[in-house]
């Protein structure tokens, strides 16, 4: 039998270094794309004379397809065990219905190809996610150090096309998403599968679906939605916000390089610090979520363009650190053999039920009440999230006294 050092350097040896690298590029690639159309594509419907509340809706109708499209892109990869084909397919098809978009100008056909284009783009992070923690599992490798990739991509893409974009105008927004995702395809395969270790358990149908009867898990599920509610809503219309209190594109573009940018030391400092139990790490969230609603109470209370860019940097001890704080507490709590449904499943915290919420309450608030209100409501949802995750928090200490060192592990995943 090999020992578990033998086995680190097994897996060490498999992965190649030139994978790992492109591991690292793929991140940095896909996140650039993602940002461009997160942070300027409310703008570009903007341009073409779409309300709000409108976009909103449309907004509101991807988290509505993810809902399904995560679950099951997720359960095709554990099944094939191959995160490598779903990320292809996705991409491809996120290309395909982009164009689709960018042709036409009538709401109605724009929001059923943007309904598609959700159906591949909400599995995206998820699978992603998946594919560093399968590929990494076995080695010295720490997840933060391949998904900081992603955090630069997402700032520095985000800052270098705002510039670019106001030169072309944003009604090419399509030239600069096109050259982003073509890469990303590109890389793509280039990328190790996800599968070059054999997982210790077998998928079957049954256990597929403990995933979804671990209370532990799904609480943390539910409350992560009261959390993330907030953060989409100003991901959403923070570009709009912006212009709004007199900002430019640029400086939208600054604005979506400050959420990520500081992400990059919080994530290796996670990597370096952070205990991988899941009390520990459930005390941690408490602390974020209070963070969040300081977040929350300065944006209520900022009154021009650059003070919401300066409150935007609190996003990465927020969402920078919950996000990855929440994906190492999943793979805790999900065998790994179903690590591709539990990150899908965790992924819906920030891309499902809330999703719809903000996409649709979002809308209507940010039309109807003045941004500070609309803020507070913002803050007060986090303070319900934060006690949320105090009794959570709770709850797990008593598990891991009744079970005992050994035995909580096992307990918290069922």
């Avoid at 960018?102 to 929001?111: G, K, L, R, S």
């Avoid at 995206?124 to 992603?150: A, M, P, Y």
């Avoid at 149908?205 to 959390?227: E, H, S, T, W």
Wanted: proline share 2%; glycine share 10%.
């Amino acid at each position: 039998m090999y020992s578990e050092g033998d086995e680190m350097i097994v897996s060490s040896l498999t992965v190649s270094r030139n994978m790992l690298r492109m591991l690292k590029v793929f991140n940095f690639v896909v996140y650039g794309a993602i940002a461009i159309y997160s942070t300027f594509f409310a703008l570009y419907l903007k341009e073409l004379g779409i309300s709000t509340v409108q976009i909103g809706l449309l907004v509101a109708g991807g988290p509505l397809v993810g809902l399904l499209a995560n679950p099951f892109w997720a359960y095709w990869a554990d099944r094939l065990r191959n995160n490598k084909v779903i990320l292809l397919i996705c991409l491809i098809g996120n290309f395909i219905c982009m164009q689709f978009v960018f042709m036409t100008q009538e709401y109605p056909v724009i929001f059923t190809c943007m309904l598609m284009f959700f159906a591949f783009q909400t599995p995206l992070f998820t699978q992603s996610n998946s594919l560093i923690l399968n590929v990494i599992e076995g080695t010295k490798h720490k997840f933060g150090e391949f998904r900081v990739w992603g955090s630069l991509g997402w700032a520095l893409i985000a800052v270098a096309a705002g510039p670019v974009i106001g030169w072309l105008g944003i009604s090419r927004l399509w030239i600069v998403f096109d050259v982003m995702m073509l890469f990303a395809i590109f890389f793509t395969f280039l990328m190790p599968s996800g599968n070059e270790r054999e997982l210790k358990g077998k998928f079957s149908n049954k256990g597929y679906l403990q995933v979804f009867k671990n209370k532990y898990f799904l609480l943390f599920v539910l409350l992560g939605v009261l959390i993330s509610i907030p953060n989409s809503i100003n991901m959403t219309f923070l570009g709009i916000h912006i212009r709004n209190l007199g900002g430019s594109d640029t400086l939208v573009g600054w604005s979506a390089f400050a959420t990520a940018i500081l992400e990059v030391p919080v994530f290796l400092l996670l990597d370096k610090y952070l205990k991988k139990k899941s009390q520990t790490m459930l005390g941690w969230l408490i602390i974020i979520c209070l963070l969040f609603s300081l977040r929350w109470l300065l944006m209520s209370l900022a009154a021009s363009a650059l003070q919401v860019v300066f409150v935007q940097l609190l996003h990465s001890v927020t969402f920078g650190g919950y996000y990855y704080i929440g994906t190492q507490l999943t793979s805790h709590l999900v065998p790994g053999e179903y690590r591709s449904s539990g990150q899908a499943v965790y992924g819906l915290t920030w891309g499902g039920i809330s999703g719809i919420a903000a996409g649709v309450l979002g809308g209507w608030m940010f039309e109807e009440l003045s941004s500070a209100v609309l803020y507070r409501i913002c803050l007060a949802a986090t303070v319900v999230g934060a006690f949320g995750f105090l009794l959570l928090w709770q709850f797990v200490r008593s598990a891991d006294s009744r079970h005992g060192v050994q035995g909580k592990a096992k307990s918290l995943q069922g």
